[in-house]
Nanobody
Framework: QVQLVESGGGLVQDGGSLRLSCAAS????????MGWFRQAPGKEREFVAA????????QYADSVKGRIAISRDNAKTMVYLQMNSLKPEDTAVYYC????????????????????WGQGTQVTVSS
């Protein structure tokens, strides 16, 4: 079991920046991938970014490339999402997700890959 807690969300103006954090606890030594997803009102949950310690590397959604960067600590206890040049369409609840004990050969962008989820943190970008 892994527990995930997100923090760092808030209200920011168009063009502003935020840094989200995700703290993992429990069987963190077994974590093989951590990622960020987001869900806007009335829309499906969508992939933002992910980083794997076991194949797959680091991946980003096309919509955020060049504006958002995912980083992590080597202890597998923290993952961060630095978001710059934010736009109103980035407004959503952002969720941290993790999976354990697997090797990945392909895409990390589908929610079904992840067994553990945080409660989410709200990001609102005002125009």
């Amino acid at each position: 079991q892994v527990q995930l807690v997100e923090s760092g969300g808030g209200l920011v103006q168009d063009g502003g920046s935020l840094r989200l954090s995700c703290a993992a606890s429990g069987r963190t030594f077994s974590v093989s991938v951590m990622g960020w997803f987001r869900q806007a009102p009335g829309k499906e949950r969508e992939f933002v970014a992910a980083t794997s310690w076991s194949g797959g590397g680091t991946q980003y959604a096309d919509s955020v490339k060049g504006r958002i960067a995912i980083s992590r600590d080597n202890a597998k206890t923290m993952v961060y999402l630095q978001m710059n040049s934010l736009k109103p369409e980035d407004t959503a609840v952002y969720y941290c997700a993790a999976d354990l004990g697997k090797y990945y050969r392909g895409s990390l962008d589908f929610p079904g890959l992840y067994a553990y989820w945080g409660q989410g943190t709200q990001v609102t970008v005002s125009s």
